[in-house]
């Protein structure tokens, strides 16, 4: 049995620990991608897409329109400025529309 520590601990600092101890991480940080993605995107965007994912640095974004991936294909740079503001951390470096 664990022994009881009487330091106080914030509940974030608390799920940061057992993440790490985990290692979720990584699923974690999909998970805020696709979460961060729906929210900047907006409905519209969200509705034509079909998977976000994270892989290394890289966000792979696959969409049903042609039209929005290329519309979308000119701001990149923004997009991922925006991503890594609203996610906290710099775990995008490239995107991948597909």
Known sequence: MAKR?????SIQDLMKDVIKDNKLTKGMQQLSVKDAWA?????????????VELNGKTLIVNLKSSVLREELSYG???????????????????????
């Not at 520590?5 to 601990?9: G, V």
């Not at 890594?84 to 529309?97: A, F, H, P, V």
């Open 5 to 9: 520590q009487n330091k106080f601990h």
């Open 39 to 51: 929210k900047l995107m907006g409905n519209g965007v969200v509705s034509y897409t079909n998977r």
């Open 76 to 98: 990149k740079e923004k997009i991922i400025k925006m991503m890594n503001e609203e996610l906290g951390e710099e775990l995008i470096s490239k995107i991948i529309l597909s």
